[in-house]
């Protein structure tokens, strides 16, 4: 703004945007019926200023410089002026302001974790621990899944398609790294991941009546914690790959119906078609499930009898457990990760 006020006069008031000033000043004055400042001013002005003459020196720079043309080149030549732990911090508080500007939006997930809680555990009220309630336990624990994979990955299929245009122009004048941005947005997500599946479950739990062993409750937290987490990163990959919200959120159940049927209760897990098998094998909703049917009927509360009629029907065997926890971790990183190549990818077309 000193290069316009001493130019063109033009003094910004206090605590007013400078681009919106300009505008104010270029557009058509209603009682005037012109501008207050004619477009032909200003540009006259820039070209036999300073400032012209600079921006064409480093123009020729650049090019002699051999970066090759277009926008790659403008950008490439800058270095980023603040460091990636800066930018990190810087983007994880705005993350962080953002959720803090929408308040009602934490009260209906918090609502939604409760209400769903009592609804499944009210459905299916202390279910007892022989086999007349096999059917209506293992319904209880898909739908668990189901309910926790949808909420969690549908939340966050809209985040970065509204803030790609930010980032973008953030990333093209070198404020900001796609590393910073996407690890900045994602940590603040993680504690809403695991605050709301955790309240969520621990009601369902307790009014279905599964095992009532702390140890068998933590890792069923721990397991619906991190199906959720997992979830997440799939609607993340959805979005940056996309760059749409409504495609992000169209895309969802496309996945995820072929990743639910296999899980073992609508359809043999033994019996997958070779086209869905990729699908299988990267599924957190079957290996959630899996874990969770594990860990219940892995308690002393079920007979022998019972626990392998469960565990041949669903398709799993003792131990399996911490195979099912573990691939849980790698699909939480691996679409965490698929979905930072996207966005890595979306930043540098917008050089070309």
């Not at 555990?121 to 209880?140: E, H, I, M, W």
């Not at 985040?159 to 980032?167: T, W």
Request: hydrophobic share 50%.
């Amino acid at each position: 703004m000193d290069y316009f006020a001493a130019t063109l006069g033009l003094e910004c008031p206090q605590f007013y945007n400078p681009a919106d000033y300009l505008i104010e000043k270029l557009a058509v004055n209603v009682l005037l019926e012109k501008p207050e400042v004619p477009v032909e001013d200003m540009l006259r002005a820039y070209q036999t200023s300073t400032l012209a003459r600079d921006n064409k020196a480093w123009m020729a720079d650049v090019e002699e410089g051999g970066s090759g043309g277009g926008m790659s080149a403008l950008v490439s030549s800058r270095e980023f002026p603040a460091t990636a732990w800066t930018q990190f911090c810087e983007s994880y508080k705005r993350t962080v302001k953002s959720y803090g500007r929408e308040p009602v939006l934490a009260k209906v997930r918090f609502g939604q974790a409760i209400s769903m809680g009592l609804i499944l555990g009210l459905v299916y009220l202390q279910q007892p621990f022989d086999s007349s309630a096999t059917k209506n336990r293992l319904g209880a624990m898909f739908l668990l899944i189901m309910n926790q994979s949808i909420a969690s990955m549908f939340t966050v299929s809209q985040v970065i398609p509204k803030d790609m245009a930010v980032f973008m122009r953030e990333y093209l004048t070198s404020a900001n790294r796609p590393s910073s941005y996407f690890l900045g947005l994602s940590l603040a997500e993680v504690p809403y991941q695991v605050l709301f599946p955790t309240i969520f479950g621990s009601i369902a739990y307790w009014l279905i009546g599964f095992a009532p062993e702390v140890s068998r409750f933590f890792i069923f937290i721990v397991t619906l914690v991190l199906m959720a987490n997992a979830s997440c990163s799939l609607g993340y990959a959805l979005s940056t790959l996309t760059g749409h919200d409504g495609v992000a959120v169209a895309l969802g159940p496309v996945l995820m119906l072929p990743m639910s049927l296999y899980a073992g209760v609508l359809h043999s897990s033994d019996n997958v078609p070779w086209y869905f098998v990729p699908l299988d094998k990267v599924s957190m909703i079957k290996y959630a499930f899996q874990a969770i049917v594990l860990n219940e009927y892995g308690s002393e509360k079920y007979t022998p009898q019972l626990r392998g009629f469960v565990f041949d029907y669903i398709g799993v065997q003792t131990g399996e457990i911490g195979f099912c926890i573990a691939m849980l971790v790698v699909l939480l990183l691996g679409f965490r990760f698929l979905a930072f190549i996207f966005l890595l990818i979306r930043a540098k077309r917008a050089l070309m």
